[in-house]
Nanobody, 117 residues
Framework: QVQLVESGGGLVQPGGSLRLSCAAS????????VGWYRQAPGKPRDLVAT???????RYGDPVKGRFTISRDNAKKTVYLQMNNLQPEDTAVYYC???????????WGQGTQVTVSS
């Protein structure tokens, strides 16, 4: 099992930016495809962005051109740079290995992002 700690969330005005971090407890995290997910109140958890160990990335349509996922395998950390944030981005953001997420395991506590004026 891998422990995941997300951080970097907060309250930001529309058009603002935040950088989220996801720190893992094990080196095995660095060998896995990892995703950032988000869950707004009353809605299911959605996949926002993914990154492979070498650094190939994919994004969901709502965040394309605004969010950037990256990773530092030596630090066992994945990042999510979020620019031009909008109220609809308000959610709790989580990271996880893709395969673990699909099995419903190893979720961290998440980090709250609130976009409001």
């Amino acid at each position: 099992q891998v422990q995941l700690v997300e951080s970097g969330g907060g309250l930001v005005q529309p058009g603002g930016s935040l950088r989220l971090s996801c720190a893992a407890s094990s080196n095995i995290f660095s060998a896995a495809d990892v995703g950032w997910y988000r869950q707004a109140p009353g809605k299911p958890r959605d996949l926002v962005a993914t990154i492979t160990p070498p650094g190939s990335t994919r994004y969901g349509d709502p965040v394309k051109g605004r969010f950037t996922i990256s990773r530092d395998n030596a630090k066992k950390t994945v990042y999510l740079q979020m620019n031009n944030l909008q109220p609809e981005d308000t959610a709790v953001y989580y990271c996880n290995r893709i395969w673990a997420a699909n099995l419903g395991r190893d979720w961290g506590q998440g980090t709250q992002v609130t976009v409001s004026s």
